[in-house]
């Protein structure tokens, strides 16, 4: 059943984009370029340690959610903004510092806290304009990643640090992201479908 659970996430995961990618498609939301690319390379540094930390259900989770920003990143080129500020290049840097020190140390560990540290950091800019222009953003794909981020933390069999710290961070990120929209256009008096 763990594994029905890990699966699962990590095919929800990748689903959870689709409402995101149509919304692009559609030009209802224009991706910040610079942000889903940090993401990315966070997504994907945790994606690696969690492998090299023997956490594969974790990794599950990440690899789809890689796959998906990624997508985005893709389709930002063409129909997103690209801001690049001081602020993103230091979040960069800082997840390839990360990068080295797990090298350097010989602890996936190490990159994982530091993708979820960087991630939190570059989630702050979203969450803010998620409040000021909630009709902007997309509540469903943050929605289904949190219910995806339960799912794995339902099928992890251990729980060591290295394998529920990504999963747990994403799940409260996204479901902040996803009641901030929705409080938001409730409060405004806009309408919750995409």
Known sequence: MKEFFAVAAGILIMLSSVPYILDILKKKTKPNLVTWTTWTLLIGIATAASFAAHQPRSAILTLGDTFCTF???????????????????????????????????????????????????????????????????????????????????????????????????????????????????QQKGMSLAR
Do not use: M
């Not at 997309?138 to 289904?144: A, H, Y």
């Not at 981020?149 to 409260?172: D, M, Q």
């Open 71 to 185: 997508i985005i990143v893709l389709l930002g080129i063409k129909h997103g903004v690209a801001k690049l500020s001081l602020f993103d290049f230091a979040c960069q840097a800082a997840a390839v510092l990360g990068l080295i020190l797990w090298l350097v140390f010989d602890s996936p560990l190490i990159a994982i806290i530091f993708a979820v540290t960087i991630d939190f950091i570059v989630t702050l800019p979203t969450l803010k304009h998620s409040w000021i222009y909630p009709q902007e953003e997309t509540w469903q794909t943050f929605g289904i990643s949190a219910l995806a981020c339960a799912l794995t933390l339902l099928s992890l069999s251990e729980f060591r640090f290295s394998g529920w710290i990504f999963p747990v961070y994403l799940l409260l990120s996204n479901l902040a992201l996803s009641s901030t929209i929705i409080y938001r256009r």
